[in-house]
């Protein structure tokens, strides 16, 4: 992935970036592409900070004037729990007026879309988890924790949540499976990046690898 010099990896400002939510889903994808070999300065990463965001720089871009616009933008959301074909429709509405044309629903491998008029920029849309169902990065992230680990985990959060010790959010039940893993880990609380590339969590699951696959059709090919 390319960055520009002296600046941060997760606000590259290039021709091909991939607009994210925050700074674990820009480790999270760095990690990933690290982990599958993808073509390094293939793209650029941008945290924008939020989902709302993140739809306002995708906008901001491509009604940006014809000569300042990336060749390629990607857009990397969460699902959350209204689901992929709610988010997709919040992004269909954004593009009507735009010379896209959008299929109903989220293709489960990963949207790649190319614009019927030229100096449009190419898109891609990816919902966490799986284009397919509700949820979140954590959701994708915890397909590489062993089975039996999840369940030991999951029991443990019921007990936590019935003695009252655990405060967190039920949509955020994905959030605490993940994150008691790494703190039972040596050492534990890494961040999911690095516990990606250091093997702490297994980032062969085949959803991982469609996720790559995605990145590798949306940005490759020349523009």
Known sequence: MSKRANSSPCHHEGKKVLLVEGNTDCHVVMALC?????????FGLYDCGSDDLALRRLN??????????????GLLLDADQQGPESRWRSIRQKLL????ELPDVPVASGTVLDASEPDYPRLGFWLMPNNQT?????DFVNEML??????LIEQCLLLARESGAATYKPAHQAKAI???????QDEPGHPIGLSITAKVLQPTTATAYRFTEWLGALFSNSI
């Open 134 to 138: 509700t949820g979140m990065l954590e």
């Open 60 to 73: 901001a871009l491509i009604n940006a004037p014809a000569t300042d616009r990336p060749a390629i933008i």
């Open 34 to 42: 690290q982990v599958h070999q993808v073509e390094n300065n293939l």
């Open 146 to 151: 062993p089975a039996p680990c999840v369940e």
């Open 178 to 184: 993940v994150h008691t893993y790494l703190a039972w």
């Open 97 to 100: 007026d735009k010379p896209y």
